[in-house]
Nanobody, 118 residues
């Protein structure tokens, strides 16, 4: 069984920053990729950023240049540094992991709320 635990959400003013953490119960190298999704009010859950087992990263266009995904392999943890936050970033953010490239993301955290006020 795999457990992913997110932390770091909260309420911030527009222009501020937050750093989300996702601690995995096993080595992140055991996953094909890990990523961050978000789901805002009335919206579908969408992929924000992901990082592969090789360290390659990819970002949604809406966050490119503002968010950075990173990892600490010794701590089995990935991070999402969110800068220059805008109200449209308000959402529940979910950590996800993929055990197989053909299966998509098959492990999920509980989610952490991020609210950005104007």
């Amino acid at each position: 069984q795999v457990q992913l635990v997110e932390s770091g959400g909260g309420l911030v003013q527009a222009g501020g920053s937050l750093r989300l953490s996702c601690a995995a119960s096993r080595s992140i190298f055991s996953f094909n990729a890990m990523g961050w999704y978000r789901q805002g009010p009335g919206n579908n859950r969408v992929l924000v950023a992901h990082i592969t087992d090789e360290g390659s990263t990819n970002y949604a266009g809406s966050v490119k240049g503002r968010f950075i995904i990173s990892r600490d392999t010794a701590k089995n943890t990935i991070y999402l540094q969110m800068n220059s936050l805008i109200p449209e970033d308000t959402a529940v953010y979910y950590c996800a992991a993929s055990s197989d490239s053909l299966a998509g993301y098959d492990y999920w955290g509980q989610g952490t709320q991020v609210t950005v006020s104007s």
